[in-house]
């Protein structure tokens, strides 16, 4: 055949179907992000291939039985596969796709941004943002240390600026760890103006410096986060803890009071043992810090699971992260048919 009279792609490929509008018994051909990939073994011994697929809407648990071999060389966690199979919702698996086909998607197929979440805010804004609010920072010793991490140019500040904030949870994408922290030290920032007795500067450099240990705990290939393995072995908080101290510690005159402040509110903004923090906060700015992240992330789960909602909806399923439903209200269903 000659290549002018050839399709074009777009002629045969479906158009995409996203997570969120899948059906029970729908038959499915589309583009795809591959988020986790295990090869497994059937009782038998042979073996088989689970995935998550997912797309800025969700994800979705895939499974396929045969030619697990060829499919492994098409699903490494980051790339864009072209998947084609059956989406079914059982009682006792609950929703699964199983595959028939699995293959690399080529460029030019598909459109990234049905795939790749990403921050509402312009990354430029974010950053300039940003600027703005470190140049408020008054104590040199801490403009010094947020100096030595987040100056343009700076190996740490791209790697900060970069990362995301969470594996699933919220802000689990490029510059999802910028957005989460900005936003984290813009809360902590305001709310220093209300109650007396906190440290502002302080505060907001813990705010901004307190998940700094996820760019050695996370890592991102595509669209795919893992964890390293020093984010399995010492955990982000003790990872952070250290990041921070080795960079007080080349700083001559670094105030020893202000160190152990700072270093309190890292260890200590988990804000519970059994979540994580080696120590709960004992200091206004640590609990202030606490209780503005634990607010960030929550309100960033309710941006993933609106996300994942179709037309008409209002609740999203049971989500760990909120140890419950979320409830999106009539305005949404009414801006979503007036779109």
Known sequence: MDLLSQPSFDAIVPPKAFVRDLQDGQQIESA??????????????????????????????????????????????????????????????????????????????????DLHDAPPVPFETMVADLRALVDTVQDSDLRALLDRFLAPGCELWRRWSEAPAAKTYHQAYRHGLLEHCLSVAQGVSAISATFPGIDRDLAVTGALLHDIGKVEAYAMSGGAIELTDAGKLLGEIPLGYYLVRRE????????????????????????????????????????????????????????????????????????????????????????????
């Open 248 to 339: 007080i510690e080349e700083l001559p005159g670094f105030s020893p009071d202000t160190a152990q402040a700072l270093l309190h509110i890292i260890l200590a903004h988990h804000g519970q043992l059994e979540h994580g923090s080696p120590v709960v906060p004992c200091t206004r700015e640590a609990t202030l810090v606490h209780f503005v992240d634990n607010l960030g992330g929550r309100l960033g789960s309710f941006d993933r699971l609106e996300k994942s909602l179709g037309d008409g909806e209002r609740w999203s399923g049971f989500d760990r992260a909120l140890s419950g439903s979320a409830y999106f209200g009539f305005g949404r269903a009414g801006a979503r048919e007036a779109a």
């Open 32 to 113: 795809f992000l591959v988020r986790d990939r295990t090869r497994r073994e059937k009782r038998n011994g042979d073996p088989f291939l689970k995935l998550q697929l997912g797309d800025v809407t969700g994800v979705v648990e895939a499974v396929m039985w045969d030619g697990v071999d060829e499919a492994m060389d098409a699903t490494a966690p980051g790339s864009v596969v072209f998947a084609v199979g059956r989406y079914e919702v059982k009682d006792r698996y609950g929703a699964c796709l199983t595959l028939r086909s699995v293959r690399e998607a080529p460029h030019g197929s598909f459109d990234p941004a």
